[in-house]
Protein backbone atom coordinates (compact mmCIF):
# COMPACT_ATOMS: atom_id res chain seq x y z
CA UNK A 1 0.00 0.00 0.00
CA UNK A 2 2.68 2.25 0.76
CA UNK A 3 4.29 1.47 -2.71
CA UNK A 4 1.24 2.72 -4.75
CA UNK A 5 1.22 5.88 -2.64
CA UNK A 6 4.57 6.94 -2.88
CA UNK A 7 3.89 5.74 -7.04
CA UNK A 8 0.71 8.42 -6.65
CA UNK A 9 2.81 10.84 -4.99
CA UNK A 10 6.02 10.71 -7.75
CA UNK A 11 3.19 10.66 -10.14
CA UNK A 12 1.29 13.38 -8.67
CA UNK A 13 4.67 15.64 -8.84
CA UNK A 14 5.62 14.35 -12.02
CA UNK A 15 2.54 15.47 -13.78
CA UNK A 16 2.54 19.01 -11.84
CA UNK A 17 6.06 19.40 -13.23
CA UNK A 18 5.11 19.49 -16.53
CA UNK A 19 2.47 22.35 -15.96
CA UNK A 20 5.68 24.51 -15.69
CA UNK A 21 7.61 23.72 -18.33
CA UNK A 22 8.58 27.07 -20.44
CA UNK A 23 7.27 27.58 -23.98
CA UNK A 24 10.52 26.62 -24.88
CA UNK A 25 9.90 23.25 -24.51
CA UNK A 26 7.09 22.45 -27.13
CA UNK A 27 10.03 24.17 -29.89
CA UNK A 28 11.28 21.43 -32.20
CA UNK A 29 14.59 19.70 -30.65
CA UNK A 30 16.77 21.74 -33.83
CA UNK A 31 15.30 24.97 -32.48
CA UNK A 32 16.84 24.67 -28.47
CA UNK A 33 20.31 22.95 -29.99
CA UNK A 34 22.89 24.97 -29.06
CA UNK A 35 25.80 25.23 -30.48
CA UNK A 36 29.02 24.03 -27.66
CA UNK A 37 29.21 26.65 -25.23
CA UNK A 38 30.56 26.43 -21.27
CA UNK A 39 26.87 27.08 -20.11
CA UNK A 40 24.13 24.88 -20.19
CA UNK A 41 20.72 25.84 -19.75
CA UNK A 42 19.27 22.75 -18.07
CA UNK A 43 15.99 24.43 -18.57
CA UNK A 44 16.11 23.63 -21.79
CA UNK A 45 17.53 20.01 -21.41
CA UNK A 46 14.68 19.23 -18.92
CA UNK A 47 12.05 20.79 -21.84
CA UNK A 48 13.89 18.88 -24.20
CA UNK A 49 13.60 15.30 -22.36
CA UNK A 50 10.23 15.82 -21.85
CA UNK A 51 9.23 17.14 -25.45
CA UNK A 52 11.00 13.41 -26.28
CA UNK A 53 8.49 11.73 -23.60
CA UNK A 54 11.48 11.39 -20.75
CA UNK A 55 9.31 13.18 -17.85
CA UNK A 56 10.54 11.56 -14.98
CA UNK A 57 14.29 11.87 -15.76
CA UNK A 58 13.61 15.58 -16.98
CA UNK A 59 12.15 16.45 -13.25
CA UNK A 60 15.12 14.19 -12.11
CA UNK A 61 17.14 16.47 -13.96
CA UNK A 62 16.04 19.43 -12.76
CA UNK A 63 15.57 18.24 -8.72
CA UNK A 64 18.57 16.00 -8.05
CA UNK A 65 21.58 15.81 -11.02
CA UNK A 66 21.44 19.70 -11.87
CA UNK A 67 23.91 20.63 -9.03
CA UNK A 68 25.88 17.57 -10.21
CA UNK A 69 26.32 18.05 -13.48
CA UNK A 70 26.87 22.06 -13.26
CA UNK A 71 29.87 20.95 -11.23
CA UNK A 72 31.44 19.30 -13.21
CA UNK A 73 31.57 21.88 -16.02
CA UNK A 74 32.98 24.44 -13.51
CA UNK A 75 35.59 22.03 -12.26
CA UNK A 76 36.22 20.47 -15.52
CA UNK A 77 36.30 21.27 -19.25
CA UNK A 78 34.72 17.94 -20.57
CA UNK A 79 31.88 16.27 -22.17
CA UNK A 80 29.15 14.51 -20.54
CA UNK A 81 27.39 11.46 -21.75
CA UNK A 82 24.13 10.38 -19.41
CA UNK A 83 22.13 7.75 -20.07
CA UNK A 84 18.65 8.17 -19.23
CA UNK A 85 16.07 5.33 -18.29
CA UNK A 86 12.48 5.74 -20.07
CA UNK A 87 9.46 6.76 -17.56
CA UNK A 88 8.58 3.02 -17.14
CA UNK A 89 12.05 2.32 -15.82
CA UNK A 90 11.59 4.53 -12.83
CA UNK A 91 7.90 3.30 -11.86
CA UNK A 92 9.05 -0.35 -12.16
CA UNK A 93 12.12 0.76 -10.57
CA UNK A 94 13.50 -1.17 -7.41
CA UNK A 95 15.06 2.18 -6.26
CA UNK A 96 13.30 4.78 -4.10
CA UNK A 97 11.78 7.88 -5.73
CA UNK A 98 13.43 9.88 -6.88
CA UNK A 99 16.46 7.36 -7.55
CA UNK A 100 19.43 7.73 -5.07
CA UNK A 101 22.69 10.25 -6.61
CA UNK A 102 24.91 7.46 -6.77
CA UNK A 103 22.42 5.38 -9.03
CA UNK A 104 22.44 8.60 -10.92
CA UNK A 105 26.10 8.85 -11.04
CA UNK A 106 26.09 5.47 -12.72
CA UNK A 107 24.26 6.67 -15.58
CA UNK A 108 26.55 9.61 -16.44
CA UNK A 109 30.26 9.29 -18.52
CA UNK A 110 32.83 11.76 -18.15
CA UNK A 111 32.98 11.81 -22.02
CA UNK A 112 31.46 11.48 -25.56
CA UNK A 113 29.84 8.04 -26.19
CA UNK A 114 28.00 7.94 -29.51
CA UNK A 115 26.73 5.38 -32.10
CA UNK A 116 30.32 6.24 -34.24
CA UNK A 117 32.89 6.32 -31.15
CA UNK A 118 30.82 3.47 -29.08
CA UNK A 119 31.77 1.13 -32.35
CA UNK A 120 35.03 2.58 -32.94
CA UNK A 121 36.67 2.91 -29.09
CA UNK A 122 34.99 -0.38 -27.48
CA UNK A 123 34.29 -3.99 -27.92
CA UNK A 124 32.40 -6.59 -26.17
CA UNK A 125 33.28 -6.72 -22.57
CA UNK A 126 34.89 -3.06 -22.61
CA UNK A 127 34.62 -1.17 -19.12
CA UNK A 128 32.72 2.33 -19.57
CA UNK A 129 34.21 4.38 -16.05
CA UNK A 130 30.93 6.25 -14.77
CA UNK A 131 30.76 9.03 -12.18
CA UNK A 132 30.68 6.20 -9.82
CA UNK A 133 34.19 5.66 -8.83
CA UNK A 134 35.28 2.02 -8.81
CA UNK A 135 31.45 1.12 -11.10
CA UNK A 136 31.91 0.84 -14.60
CA UNK A 137 29.29 0.02 -17.19
CA UNK A 138 29.91 -2.82 -19.31
CA UNK A 139 29.56 -3.06 -23.07
CA UNK A 140 27.43 -6.24 -23.85
CA UNK A 141 26.76 -5.66 -27.61
CA UNK A 142 27.96 -2.84 -30.03
CA UNK A 143 25.93 -0.80 -32.60
CA UNK A 144 26.01 -2.52 -35.92
CA UNK A 145 26.44 -6.35 -34.46
CA UNK A 146 23.34 -8.85 -35.00
CA UNK A 147 21.58 -7.34 -31.65
CA UNK A 148 19.51 -5.08 -32.67
CA UNK A 149 20.26 -2.59 -30.22
CA UNK A 150 23.41 -2.06 -28.91
CA UNK A 151 24.01 -2.49 -24.99
CA UNK A 152 25.60 -1.49 -21.54
CA UNK A 153 25.19 -4.56 -19.08
CA UNK A 154 22.30 -5.91 -20.68
CA UNK A 155 20.26 -2.20 -21.02
CA UNK A 156 19.40 -1.29 -24.54
CA UNK A 157 20.36 2.08 -25.50
CA UNK A 158 16.60 2.76 -27.52
CA UNK A 159 17.07 5.99 -28.37
CA UNK A 160 20.32 7.49 -29.70
CA UNK A 161 21.18 11.84 -29.20
CA UNK A 162 17.93 13.01 -27.30
CA UNK A 163 19.81 15.75 -27.14
CA UNK A 164 23.70 17.06 -27.59
CA UNK A 165 24.70 20.66 -27.16
CA UNK A 166 29.05 19.35 -27.52
CA UNK A 167 29.18 19.42 -23.43
CA UNK A 168 26.30 17.11 -22.57
CA UNK A 169 25.00 14.46 -24.44
CA UNK A 170 21.73 12.48 -23.54
CA UNK A 171 20.86 8.90 -24.97
CA UNK A 172 17.80 6.95 -23.88
CA UNK A 173 17.73 3.34 -22.45
CA UNK A 174 14.98 1.02 -21.21
CA UNK A 175 15.92 0.70 -17.68
CA UNK A 176 18.11 2.08 -15.07
CA UNK A 177 21.77 -0.13 -15.03
CA UNK A 178 22.60 -2.16 -12.24
CA UNK A 179 25.63 -0.78 -10.18
CA UNK A 180 26.19 -4.34 -9.46
CA UNK A 181 26.45 -5.44 -13.02
CA UNK A 182 30.28 -5.32 -13.03
CA UNK A 183 30.81 -7.87 -9.95
CA UNK A 184 28.23 -10.12 -11.34
CA UNK A 185 29.75 -10.27 -14.55
CA UNK A 186 32.84 -11.27 -13.02
CA UNK A 187 31.10 -14.43 -11.46
CA UNK A 188 29.28 -15.48 -14.31
CA UNK A 189 32.18 -16.23 -16.53
CA UNK A 190 30.10 -18.33 -19.42
CA UNK A 191 28.66 -14.63 -20.34
CA UNK A 192 32.40 -15.16 -22.47
CA UNK A 193 33.55 -11.28 -21.71
CA UNK A 194 37.02 -10.68 -23.08
CA UNK A 195 38.15 -8.13 -20.73
CA UNK A 196 37.60 -10.14 -17.30
Not at 81 to 102: E, G, I, K
Not at 156 to 172: A, E, M, P, S, Y
Request: hydrophobic share 40%.
Amino acid sequence: MASKFAISCFLLLLASSTLFITIQGAQPYQQIHQPKSSAINLGWVSAVLSHKRYHAMALTLETVLEPLIRTQFINHSTTLTLFCPQDQAFFNSRYPQPPPLTLLKYHIVPFKIDPHTMEASFHHGSKVETLLPGHPLVVTSLPGTDASYPSLNQVKVTDWVLFNNGRLIIHGVENFFDPEYDVIAKEVPSRGFSDF
